[in-house]
């Protein structure tokens, strides 16, 4: 019989020899890879992404080791004695950078947590997330006065520790995002899941969303979507039999994913909501190219939640979750 040990070495020799056909060999350094999000790159190219820290760029340099998030909070309401759910903005809550490092000699991100134990007076510090391409910078996220709510020395897969700092994002800006020149919009590649199956519409078969009419290629569809109701088991009376009824009706709203060069309607749409401005619009979901299938119509939609994180080769993508209401099925044009 094998030993443990055997069996280790030799899965651990597989796993070397996989590396370059996972796409893991190449490209940034180790700990500047995001293993959250598998199977999707950014589309950005020769671009470069790094955190600088009172406007100077960190040293060792850093990357964003988790998904920044922040959303608005959906309140449903009902007209008068209706069914239909309507939805509306709620409150805005933002989230925190967590930042990732090769350790080194340099002590001051443990310095800045531990400046936190004054609860008065913790140190605090301005955060920019910059991607360029040579001198020209294409988008810039930045906070304001952030101070560091956590320190640790994460292990990575060697066995060895990264650096990893939580700087918490000020609640009344938010994450701005500003972007810089862009010449022409890409798209993220992969959808990140493995599901064992394919869709068997082709190579030529783009899966597409539009707002009010207007289609957005740059955007891509990265989650489930649909609607499904509760399931209640009923017995009337003394009968033996069981019944199950539909109970309530709940959405799966869809995930946009896009990268900092795609079209800025949608997170500037999203942004003006979460600064008071809400409106909504129909979003219609199809299949285009050779073929053309309408699919399914949601009406009043409107972003409510943005994630910024980084795809395998270590440039930012963003998601945003769209809310909807009751959809109606697209009628063949």
Known sequence: MMSRLCRYSIGAALALLLLPLLGLADGPSPFARAPYLLGVQSGLGDMHFRVLIDGVPTDPPATLAEPYTESISVASHRFGGGDTVHYGPGVTSVGHLVLRRKVSTDKSWIQWALSASSNRAPVRHDIDLVLTRGDIEICRWSTRHAFASKYSLTLADDGRPVEELTAEVDPTTRLVRKRGEVEEATS?????????FISGLGDNAMYEVAFAGTPYPDYLIASDTGFHFDVLTYRNGGLERQQKFPGTLHQDWPTL???????????????????????????????????????????????HSYKLQLADDGLPIEDLEVVYELPAVQAPS
């Open 188 to 196: 993220p590649i992969g959808s990140g899941t493995q599901t064992g």
């Open 257 to 303: 994913r896009e990268n900092p060069t795609a079209n800025p309607f949608l997170f500037d749409w999203y942004a003006a909501i979460a600064n008071g401005h809400f409106s909504t619009a129909t979003m219609d979901l199809a299949i285009t190219g050779e073929t053309s299938i309408p699919l399914i119509r949601y009406s009043h939609a409107w972003p």
